[in-house]
């Protein structure tokens, strides 16, 4: 079973600022390497797939690099909404997602 | 845009059953594998299950012989039926498709999750 580790657990920053998150899994995932974005009570968002392509709708200053076992998401300059928890997720056999990070004001 | 409203949570005792509901809409629902993915406080989120495209089930380890998913692709309908229920089943239970239909690497949410709290 793949494990998926994030870090940091937590992020502080301030809006314009840039985020890096990093994801690393236990063993090659390939290029099979989703982000998500999630907030209280509402339905997590998928930003990234593929490590590097963005979902429909996602804005430009979300990207995602990296491939085998190192990813990473970039928000390239924090809007106020972007403040959540951001989770990365993998399937080579089953479904598994890294503990997220949180990205706080 | 795929939609899902989420529905059939509440309060159980500790081996207490509950059935969730899932009513999908927006896309062809028998086309693609559907899952259910659940977010406890402590955990983050946490895949349960999925029901692939050709009848295949798969279970997480944490619930594998006390869950049981089904789907009715003629109501575009997804359940999970949750048995022997335990405390670190408290979760917020979100569906959500699987993409893309020939690998199911990637999920889809659309709806707001029904919370499911197990206590004595």
């Known amino acids: 079973e793949i494990v998926l580790t994030q870090s940091p657990a937590t992020l502080s920053l301030s809006p314009g600022e840039r985020a890096t998150l990093s994801c690393r899994a236990s063993?090659?995932?390939?290029?099979?390497l989703a982000w998500y974005q999630h907030k209280p009570g509402r339905a997590p968002r998928l930003l990234i797939f593929?490590?590097?392509n963005r979902a429909t709708g996602i804005p430009a200053r979300f990207s995602g690099s990296g491939s085998g076992t190192d990813f990473t998401l970039t928000i390239s300059s924090l809007e106020p909404e972007d403040f959540a928890v951001y989770y990365c997720?993998?399937?080579?056999?089953?479904?598994?997602f890294g503990q997220g990070t949180k990205v706080e004001i | 845009e795929v939609h899902f409203v989420e529905s059939g949570g509440g309060f159980v005792q500790p081996g207490g059953s509950l059935r969730l509901s899932c009513a999908a809409s927006?896309?062809?629902?028998?086309?693609?594998?559907m899952s259910w993915v659940r977010q406890t406080p402590g955990k983050g989120l946490e895949w349960v299950s999925t029901f692939g495209g050709v009848g295949d089930t798969y279970y997480a380890d944490s619930v594998k012989g006390r869950f049981t998913i089904f789907r009715d692709n003629s109501k575009s309908t997804l359940d999970l039926q949750m048995n022997s229920l335990r405390a670190e089943d408290t979760a917020v239970y979100f569906c959500?498709?699987?993409?893309?239909?020939?690998?199911?690497?990637?999920?889809?949410?659309g709806g707001q999750g029904t919370v499911v709290t197990v206590s004595s």
């Open positions: 593929d490590a590097s």
């Open positions: 927006g896309f062809t629902f028998s086309g693609y594998a």
């Open positions: 959500a498709r699987l993409f893309p239909p020939r690998s199911s690497i990637y999920f889809d949410f």
């Open positions: 063993q090659s995932v390939n290029n099979d």
């Open positions: 997720q993998e399937r080579t056999n089953l479904w598994t």
